[in-house]
């Protein structure tokens, strides 16, 4: 099968955009699962076994079909920054390097058009040159592609006025199905859904559109509080206040800004930081908020800087903490505006120093909404278990990093629309088998073809 795959590679693409190469099939098989203890250990060895970089949709298109022809499981990869094994192969076979089509499509008054592997800096830039800039993004924003982000990610830096992907943040997108001759489907509106979030199990996106705003000027800054319950007080005054332009809403406590030390900025090391991005002039009315609840600003950035304050928010916080301290991890919740303070006393009265909180102020919905990232002590499989079940007892919702499968890592509620994609893009069960669990489920029961297509080479991983 291996060698079937190669030929038909070879007729499609250039010898130097197909690798068989040891290394770079490994390279392309990771991302940061390793964030995950647990992910680490049973994602470990899954590799590909042949790496290709399509330039254009019509090479995709081609790449898709040898796929289908040779019945060789095939995962997309953009940025490779995923956090949950998105991209990693569990059944190897070809993974399809998106990050060579890499061109903005178009650029409109309040969108743009970009290729799949199109990266966020990039497009910042280009967006910048005409006086725009995009709604959301993640921390992630120097590597991640613009695909990468709406198949596998789920707010950023913009969340805070503009929601997550799913609130309107995709326009349009192109998605190729893995067929003999795959035609492409243009999808919009509510049809987006099927290929949000959902790990390129449902389809290849080979460009999208997304909303532009007008770009403003942005203060960086750092203010501190008491603790992280005053600092809730803070975060929900801030999101209702109309005046002050936000893009960037964080809380980090001081037992995980410990872990920034490397980056000498000066963080409080006693207090809990809120890191802010708000409109430039807006200072003062932020300062007024903050003093409320004894808060006071640490430090601003200065306007030239290069430094991104990002880069300590979302999951950049883990990232510090995991160079710190391999035996640290995280989760990711969904905590009560109104009981914030309640659960997290609870949780710390249980867990002590093991659980340190950072949140990430947003809009879902239109409603605001905590999410927290916290850092958690990693004492083995059953602990970490036990720390989910807890958390969740106490009104804390649980999208548990440390699995692969789409529906064991949040909460999927569109399974049938899912799969009613995956069936017209991917009758044969090719695309990054192994994460939607409910394909193989349905396969099984009628006799559909959406069963495990594992070539020899790889490390193989059944369900
Ligand atoms: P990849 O990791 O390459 O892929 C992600 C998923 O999308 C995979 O399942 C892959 O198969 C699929 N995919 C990729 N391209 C396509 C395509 N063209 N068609 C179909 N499927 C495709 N996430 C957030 O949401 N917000 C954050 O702020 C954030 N911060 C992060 C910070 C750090 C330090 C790290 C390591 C991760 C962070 N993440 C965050 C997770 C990740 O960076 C984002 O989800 C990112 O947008 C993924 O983009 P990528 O190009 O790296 O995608």
């Not at 899954?46 to 790496?51: F, P, Q, S």
């Not at 079909?65 to 040779?70: L, N, Q």
């Not at 942005?218 to 005046?243: K, R």
């Not at 490397?262 to 903050?290: D, K, Q």
Request: aromatic share 8%; glycine share 10%; proline share 5%.
């Amino acid at each position: 099968m291996a060698a079937a795959i190669l030929d038909r590679l070879a007729e499609i693409l250039p010898e130097d955009r197909v690798s068989v190469d040891p290394r770079t099939r490994q390279s392309n098989s990771e991302d940061y699962a390793w964030f995950s203890n647990v992910l680490e250990e049973d994602l470990g060895g899954c590799r590909a076994d042949v790496v290709a970089w399509p330039t254009t949709a019509a090479e995709l298109a081609d790449v898709l079909a040898a796929a289908h022809g040779t019945r060789t499981p095939v995962t997309a990869r953009g940025g490779g920054t995923g956090n949950y094994g998105q991209c990693v192969p569990v059944r190897g076979g070809l993974v399809v390097n998106l990050t060579r089509m890499n061109r903005v499509l178009e650029l409109g008054d309040g969108l743009a058009r970009v290729e799949a592997g199109v990266r966020f800096a990039d497009l910042d830039r280009a967006a910048n040159a005409v006086g725009q800039e995009i709604h959301i993004y993640p921390s992630t924003y120097l590597t991640a592609t613009v695909c990468g982000f709406v198949a596998g990610g789920s707010g950023g830096i913009g969340s805070v006025a503009h929601g997550v992907i799913a609130d309107g943040n995709v326009l349009a997108a192109t998605v190729y199905p893995v067929r003999d001759t795959p035609k492409r489907r243009q999808l919009t509106g509510a049809e987006l859904s099927s290929v949000i979030h959902a790990y390129g199990t449902t389809g290849v996106l080979a460009d999208v559109t997304v909303p532009l705003a007008r770009r403003i000027g942005w203060e960086q800054a750092v203010y501190s509080f008491p603790d992280i319950v005053a600092c809730h007080a803070f975060a929900l005054e801030l999101m209702e206040d109309g005046t002050v332009p936000k893009r960037l809403l964080s809380s980090v406590e001081p037992g995980i800004t410990r872990y920034f030390g490397r980056a000498r900025l000066p963080f409080p090391a006693e207090r809990t930081s809120a890191i802010l991005m708000y409109g430039l002039g807006h200072r003062e009315r932020v300062e007024t908020l903050a003093g409320r609840q004894g808060g006071c600003l640490e430090f601003a950035l200065p306007q030239d800087s290069r430094t991104r304050l990002s880069d300590f928010t979302w999951n950049h916080t883990t990232l510090w903490a995991k160079k710190a301290d391999d035996s640290l991890t995280y989760l990711q919740t969904g905590w009560s505006v109104e009981r914030f303070g309640e659960q997290v006393h609870a949780i710390q009265a249980e867990y002590g120093e093991d659980f340190a909180v950072h949140c990430e102020y947003f809009r879902a919905d239109g409603s605001p909404f905590t999410a927290a990232l916290p850092i958690v002590r990693y004492r083995g499989r059953e602990h970490l278990d036990r720390m989910v079940e807890f958390v969740e007892s106490v009104g804390v919702g649980v999208a548990n990093p440390h699995r692969y499968v789409l529906e064991e890592g949040s909460k999927v509620e569109n399974v049938e629309e899912l799969l009613r994609a995956k069936r017209e893009n991917d009758p044969a069960g090719l695309l990054n088998p192994g994460k939607f669990q409910a394909a193989f489920t349905a396969g099984e029961q009628t006799g559909h073809t959406f069963k495990p297509a594992s070539m020899t080479l790889a490390r193989q991983r059944v369900l």
